[in-house]
């Protein structure tokens, strides 16, 4: 498992069409964050998952937004109605849990919404 | 709520010049630090952290940062930047015994000259 693999790379979606994203976390990491980065700015968080378990949402991730992670490995985020404002890059990062731990980032996916 | 500052939004610099990137960060509890590099259509890549112990860390590349807990600051150093250097970078705060989350800062854009 060489680090955390998101799929697709780039998503090119109409208005209102639905999207989803897939993220494969390193297998031991139980911890898994999602974040929207868009340009000039630094990442923000999205939401959370302890395994299976989504367990913090930010304000900033609308209705419209959804994630999982089923079995604890595996998270996919999807956006549904999708408007321009949700063009960005969104990225997925996952960690162990414990005293010292760092976060081992994907290279994202970057949404263009047309 | 924490935020994290950023000073410098672009920087730059001619090949050999020393870096000092400024971050200033609001939590008044004990917090761990992190910069984060992000090159050029690459992922987000850990420069160093800071847990506890020695505010002075030294991290991959030549870089060191250093934490002052009076200043609420924990700026990024480096003695003689390179061409390679160029890229974006991005100070985060984790507050501990939350869920993990990171909360970044806006980032700098730094451009080495050859």
């Known amino acids: 498992d060489t680090g955390v693999s998101q799929d697709p790379r780039h998503k090119i979606t109409k208005r209102g069409q639905n999207v989803t994203f897939r993220c494969d976390p390193i297998?031991?990491?139980?911890?898994l964050y999602w974040y929207r980065q868009t340009l000039g700015q630094g990442p923000e968080f999205l939401t959370y998952f302890q395994n299976e378990a989504q367990l913090e949402k930010s304000r900033l991730l609308s209705d419209r937004f959804s994630a999982e992670r089923p079995k604890g490995s595996f998270s996919t985020l999807e956006i549904q109605h999708t408007e321009q404002g949700d063009s960005a890059m969104y990225l997925c990062?996952?960690?162990?849990?414990?005293?010292?731990?760092?976060?081992?980032f994907g290279s994202g996916t970057r949404l263009t919404v047309v | 709520a924490q935020s994290v500052s950023q000073h410098n939004h672009h920087v730059i610099l001619s090949e050999a010049a020393s870096l000092e990137l400024g971050c200033n960060y609001s939590y008044g509890g004990t917090v761990n630090l992190f910069w984060y590099v992000q090159y050029p259509g690459q992922h987000l890549q850990l420069l160093l952290k800071y847990f506890s112990g020695d505010p002075l860390v030294k991290g991959i590349k030549g870089f060191e940062a250093e934490f002052i807990k009076s200043k609420f600051s924990f700026n990024l150093r480096k003695p003689s930047v390179q061409w390679s250097d160029t890229a974006e970078y991005f100070c985060?705060?984790?507050?501990?015994?939350?869920?993990?989350?990171?909360?970044f800062g806006q980032g700098t854009t730094l451009q080495v000259k050859p």
């Open positions: 297998s031991e990491h139980n911890r």
């Open positions: 990062a996952s960690s162990e849990t414990g005293t010292n731990y760092g976060y081992t």
């Open positions: 985060a705060v984790r507050s501990s015994g939350n869920t993990g989350k990171l909360i």
